[in-house]
């Protein structure tokens, strides 16, 4: 298993960093691949909320469902694909930072099921390209920057 990891320091409070990413209606606002995400009913922040997000992959849009599977207000929350033959799990690690601000440590690794097996090298490598791009997208976003792009 292959985790990619990046880090960003964000000039937030780990609270407004965490409603941020929870909040899967602005996932398009920061993950460049994502082109439309919605929490299922009841929406609550909490560990087994499902949801879906439509990304651009290889081969055109695909609607990828989720759910939670950890949520600590401040300080922590992780998803992980329910279906489909690669499956991602994310974890997102919020810390107070010295000058005020929040670390942001970003985990994610790929599980892959029959063909996925072999697909799942594709999107690490793809995921290891796309990382640096999503942190500088929610930094720029989280501290009041237009996001072009």
């Known amino acids: 298993m292959k985790v990619i990891e990046g880090s960003t320091e964000i000039a937030r409070t780990p609270g407004e960093v ?20 919605v929490a299922e009913a009841p ?6 909320m499902h949801g ?32 489909g033959p690669v499956r991602a799990h994310v974890g997102i690690s919020l810390r107070p930072s ?6 942001v440590d970003y985990r994610v690794w790929f599980e892959g ?21 999503t942190l500088s997208r929610l930094k720029l976003r989280l501290e009041g920057a237009r996001v072009v792009g």
């Open 52 to 83: 879906y997000e439509i990304r651009r992959l290889p081969g055109g849009p695909k609607k990828i469902r989720w759910q939670v599977t950890e949520s600590e207000p401040g300080r922590r929350w992780a998803v992980e694909g329910l279906d």
């Open 18 to 37: 965490f409603d941020f990413i929870s909040d899967a209606s602005l996932l398009p606002e920061w993950q460049p691949a994502v082109l439309e995400a």
């Open 98 to 103: 010295d000058r005020a601000g929040t670390y």
């Open 113 to 133: 099921h029959g063909i996925g097996k072999i697909l799942r090298l594709l999107a690490t490598r793809g995921e290891r390209s796309e990382l640096p791009k």
């Open 43 to 48: 929406a609550i922040r909490q560990v087994g």
